[in-house]
Nanobody, 115 residues
Framework: QVQLVESGGGLVQPGGSLRLSCAASGTIFALYTMGWYRQAPGKQRELVATITNGGSTNYAASVTGRFTISRDNAKKTVYLQMNSLKPEDSAVYYC?????????WGQGTQVTVSS
């Protein structure tokens, strides 16, 4: 099992930027596919972006061109750089660590985009 701790959320104005971080412990981080998901009030949790242990990335259509996922295996950390933020990006953002036999989640960090 892997422990995940997200940070970097907060309140930002539309058009602004935030960088989320997710630090992992208790595992061989490099083996995992890492992902960011989000859940807004009254909505289902949805995929934002993933990055494999080989560095391949995948993005939701709604964030393509605005968000960038990256990872630092030496620091056991995955990042989500969010630019040109919109009010509809407001949600709790969760970090996920996945293998073929496991899936672990962080506690989430709130992102609010509002003027």
């Amino acid at each position: 099992q892997v422990q995940l701790v997200e940070s970097g959320g907060g309140l930002v104005q539309p058009g602004g930027s935030l960088r989320l971080s997710c630090a992992a412990s208790g595992t061989i981080f490099a083996l995992y596919t890492m992902g960011w998901y989000r859940q807004a009030p009254g909505k289902q949790r949805e995929l934002v972006a993933t990055i494999t242990n080989g560095g391949s990335t995948n993005y939701a259509a709604s964030v393509t061109g605005r968000f960038t996922i990256s990872r630092d295996n030496a620091k056991k950390t995955v990042y989500l750089q969010m630019n040109s933020l919109k009010p509809e990006d407001s949600a709790v953002y969760y970090c996920n660590a996945r293998t073929v036999v496991s899936s672990d989640w962080g506690q989430g960090t709130q992102v609010t985009v509002s003027s």
